[in-house]
C-alpha cells in the first residue's frame, strides 16, 4: 500500500495555529505568585498614641495594645514625665484621648505596660517570641513619628518596612534586634510586626548622637544627628512577657513558620474582570 507523505506546514499555517492556541488560553486563570502582604490595617488599629504632658512640657510616643484591650506597652523614656508630676494619655482618635496609669515597668528593660481608665475598643496584638524570627526576615514598624506630621494637621500611624539585620544584646543585657526600618523619635515604644501582623519587638532607640548645629541666626544649639542610615533597635518580645505574667495580664502568642511564603493568588486574564482585595482602607480610628 502507497504511503502518502503529510507535507510540512508553511508560515502561514503554523502562524495560525499559534494565535489559536493564545486565543484558546485567553479565558484560563492564571496563577500568580504575590508577594506576601500583612494585614496593615489591623496592625495600625492595634498602634496607639502615647501623650506624656506636664505643665511646660509635652512628650509624644507610641504603644500598643495587649490583653483584653485596656492595657498597653510602651517605652519608659516615653512617659518619663511622670517623674515631674506629668499626666499620660492614650490617643485613639484625632480628638479621642483616654487618661493612662502606669501598673508596671522595668527601667532596665525600657519597657513599661499602662492601663487605661476604659477599654480602647481596639484589636490586641499575638505576640511572637525570638525562636520564630529570622535574621533577614522583613520586619513592620509602626507608630507616630512627629516629623511625619509636619505636613499636615492629621495624626495617623507611618508604616515603615525592613529587616532583622541582627540580634544584640544591650548593655544593659537586654535581648534586642537591630533593624533597618526606619525609626524616629515618636516611634519610641511603638510595635514591631513580622509579616504575620504578628509583634516581635517594641521599637526602641536609633543609632543618634549629640551634635552642636549653627542655624540660620548663627545661634548654636545641640541636636541628635543619626550616626549611621538604617541602624535602629526594638527590644524582644522575650523581654516583655515576664512583665506580662506579673501583671496578671493575658496575652496572644502566634505559631508562624520561619520559612518565606508567598500568597498564590487567581488573576484572570479575561479582560475587564476586576481585582479583588481583602484590605480594608479605613483609617487608624474609623472604630472609634
Same mark, same amino acid.
Given at each position: 500500500m502507497r504511503q502518502e507523505l503529510r507535507k510540512p506546514q508553511s508560515v502561514v499555517e503554523r502562524k495560525v495555529i499559534a494565535i489559536l492556541l493564545m486565543l484558546g488560553g485567553a479565558f484560563l486563570p492564571v496563577v500568580v505568585d504575590a508577594e506576601r502582604i500583612p494585614p496593615i490595617e489591623q496592625m495600625k488599629k492595634s498602634t496607639v498614641r502615647i501623650i506624656c504632658a506636664t505643665d511646660t512640657s509635652t512628650g509624644v510616643g507610641s504603644g500598643f495594645v495587649?490583653?483584653?484591650?485596656? %492595657?498597653?506597652?510602651? @517605652?519608659? %523614656?516615653? &512617659?518619663?514625665? &511622670?517623674? @515631674?508630676?506629668?499626666? &499620660?494619655?492614650? =490617643?485613639?482618635? =484625632? $480628638? *479621642?484621648?483616654? /487618661?493612662?496609669?502606669?501598673i508596671q515597668i522595668s527601667e532596665r528593660k525600657d519597657l513599661v505596660i499602662l492601663e487605661t481608665e476604659r477599654a480602647l475598643e481596639r /484589636?490586641?496584638?499575638? $505576640?511572637?517570641?525570638?525562636?520564630?524570627? #529570622? !535574621?533577614? =526576615?522583613?520586619?513592620?514598624?509602626?507608630?507616630?513619628?512627629?516629623?511625619? =506630621? #509636619?505636613?499636615?494637621? !492629621?495624626?495617623?500611624?507611618?508604616?515603615?518596612k525592613g529587616i532583622i539585620s541582627a540580634r544584640t544584646t544591650s548593655k544593659e543585657g537586654v535581648d534586642q534586634y537591630q533593624i533597618d526600618a526606619a525609626i524616629n523619635p515618636g516611634n519610641s515604644g511603638g510595635p514591631l510586626f513580622n509579616e504575620d501582623g504578628h509583634v &516581635?519587638?517594641? @521599637?526602641?532607640?536609633?543609632? $543618634?548622637?549629640?551634635?552642636?548645629? $549653627?542655624g540660620a541666626d548663627g545661634k548654636a544649639t545641640t541636636e541628635r544627628l543619626p550616626v549611621g542610615e538604617g541602624i535602629g533597635w526594638a527590644v524582644q518580645v522575650n523581654e516583655l512577657l515576664p512583665l506580662l505574667k506579673d501583671t496578671a495580664i493575658a496575652y496572644q502568642t502566634g505559631d508562624v513558620t520561619l520559612e518565606p511564603k508567598s500568597?498564590? @493568588?487567581?488573576?484572570?486574564? %479575561?479582560?475587564? *474582570?476586576?481585582?479583588?482585595?481583602?484590605?480594608?482602607?479605613?483609617?487608624?480610628?474609623? !472604630?472609634?
Open positions: 495587649v490583653g483584653t484591650g485596656k %492595657h498597653v506597652v510602651t @517605652n519608659v %523614656h516615653v &512617659i518619663s514625665c &511622670i517623674a @515631674n508630676k506629668g499626666k &499620660i494619655t492614650v =490617643q485613639i482618635g =484625632q $480628638l *479621642q484621648f483616654i /487618661p493612662a496609669k502606669v /484589636p490586641p496584638v499575638t $505576640l511572637v517570641t525570638s525562636d520564630r524570627v #529570622m !535574621d533577614g =526576615q522583613a520586619v513592620y514598624a509602626l507608630g507616630f513619628p512627629p516629623a511625619a =506630621q #509636619m505636613r499636615s494637621e !492629621d495624626v495617623t500611624v507611618s508604616v515603615t &516581635i519587638g517594641i @521599637n526602641t532607640a536609633k543609632a $543618634l548622637t549629640a551634635a552642636v548645629v $549653627l500568597v498564590a @493568588n487567581v488573576v484572570s486574564s %479575561h479582560p475587564g *474582570q476586576p481585582a479583588k482585595s481583602d484590605t480594608s482602607s479605613a483609617p487608624w480610628w474609623a !472604630d472609634t
